[in-house]
């Protein structure tokens, strides 16, 4: 495992898209795991900006998104759908039909979160997962909520107080946020031949020292990570001021 931990925050939105350029320039049919959130929006300005200057090409790439809430609307604001096509995917040139994301909108989240798992399992194995950290002690990742098993599939999720909090601050009306979502499990996730985990600022510091110091558990399912054979903790100053190093 790799904890890389970068001075200025935007040298890891750099790196971050060094990451993922190489990827995609090494096998240009590559298949990425792609997280949502604040953290990271500099990852795909870097990404698009990239694209259009000529030097990335996702015609061939497949990206999966890790989690959706539900229920929500596509023409919500706040919804993981709405959020990848203006921050990503429609600047960019990847076919519609290689972005995957769980609909949140769908009749049955348990039929949904099957359809997706099998839309996982015809991919196989992911080139590249990149991942954010859950607010506070939850140390989750996609919408992998404590506790959550390394078995774990696609499924539809609880959210947590303190995800609910946090995110909440992100609709239009924090109590219209939907209680649920549909994630991605870290079964899945663990098909990524390479897993990026990418944590910004002071308020990710516990996190980050339970997942990196903390039992290897349930009730904080990013530190299953640790058991990954290719994992990379990429880190500002600040995500990493809890750390003993
Ligand atoms: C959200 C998403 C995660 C994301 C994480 C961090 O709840 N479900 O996929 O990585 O929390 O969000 P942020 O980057 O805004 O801190």
């Given at each position: 495992m790799e904890i890389r931990v970068e001075k200025e925050v935007e040298n890891v939105d750099l790196v971050a898209g060094k990451i993922v350029a190489e990827q995609l320039k090494k096998k240009p049919a590559s298949a990425f795991i792609f997280p949502t959130g604040q953290t990271p929006l500099g990852l795909y300005a870097n990404l698009v900006s990239l694209f259009k200057k000529g030097?990335?090409?996702?015609?061939n790439a497949q990206i999966f998104n890790l989690d959706e809430y539900y229920?929500?609307?596509?023409?919500?604001?706040?919804?993981y759908f709405y959020y990848m096509k203006k921050n990503l995917i429609d600047q960019i040139n990847i076919r519609l039909e290689n972005w995957h994301i769980p609909n949140?909108?769908?009749?049955?989240p348990q039929k949904e979160a099957e359809k997706y798992e099998k839309e996982i399992k015809q991919v196989g194995k992911f080139d590249l997962a990149v991942l954010g950290l859950g607010p506070g002690?939850?140390?989750?990742?996609?919408?992998?909520?404590?506790?959550?098993?390394?078995?774990s599939v696609a499924r539809y999720m609880s959210l947590s107080r303190q995800t609910l909090k946090v995110n909440s601050?992100?609709?239009?009306?924090?109590?219209?946020?939907?209680t649920g979502a549909l994630t991605m499990g870290i079964a899945d996730i663990f098909r990524a031949k390479k897993v990026v985990l990418i944590a910004k600022g002071r308020h990710k510091a516990l996190g980050v020292k339970i997942a990196l110091?903390?039992?290897?558990s349930e009730t904080a399912?990013?530190?299953?990570?640790?058991?990954?054979p290719n994992v990379t903790f990429l880190l500002d100053q600040e995500a990493a001021s809890d750390l003993p190093i």
């Open positions: 030097k990335i090409d996702f015609k229920p929500i609307k596509h023409q919500n604001p706040a919804s949140g909108k769908a009749a049955s002690t939850t140390c989750h990742i996609g919408f992998n909520e404590p506790p959550s098993s390394l078995d601050t992100l609709f239009t009306n924090p109590q219209d946020i939907p110091t903390g039992p290897i399912p990013a530190s299953f990570l640790r058991l990954h």
